[in-house]
């Protein structure tokens, strides 16, 4: 069965960086585009990045909010999805969810990124 599982989340400082991965199983992972999502403390969720499969060239895109600072990447020969974030600010804090859509939508449990002095 699909799972996707967060990675590497943690309190930071603003301005830092912090990179966060997902591992994704049970499904052809380079044939399907792969998302991240944040949820904040308020339970607004949000759209943050896509990136394409292999028949798309892996195109990415992004959030207003977080363009120019996020970049998504994969590795299709681990299957992850990783979520490289700069310039953090306090806003950005949330807890980050991978996500993939086959037949329907698959979600990971979260990673939470807290951004504060």
């Known amino acids: 069965q699909v799972q996707l599982v967060e990675s590497g989340g943690g309190l930071v400082q603003p301005g830092e960086s912090l990179r966060v991965s997902c591992a994704a199983s049970?499904?052809?992972?380079?044939?399907?585009?792969m998302r991240w999502y944040r949820q904040n403390a308020g339970k607004v969720t949000e759209w943050v990045a896509r990136?394409?499969?292999?028949?798309?060239?892996?195109?990415?895109s992004y959030s207003e909010s977080v363009k120019g600072r996020f970049t998504i990447s994969r590795n299709n020969a681990k299957n992850t999805v990783d979520l490289q974030m700069n310039s953090l600010k306090p806003e950005d804090t949330a807890v980050y969810y991978c996500n993939v859509y086959t037949f329907r939508d698959f979600w990971g449990e979260g990673t939470l990124v807290t951004v504060s002095s």
């Open positions: 990136i394409g499969n292999s028949d798309d060239g892996e195109k990415t």
């Open positions: 049970g499904f052809p992972f380079s044939r399907y585009a």
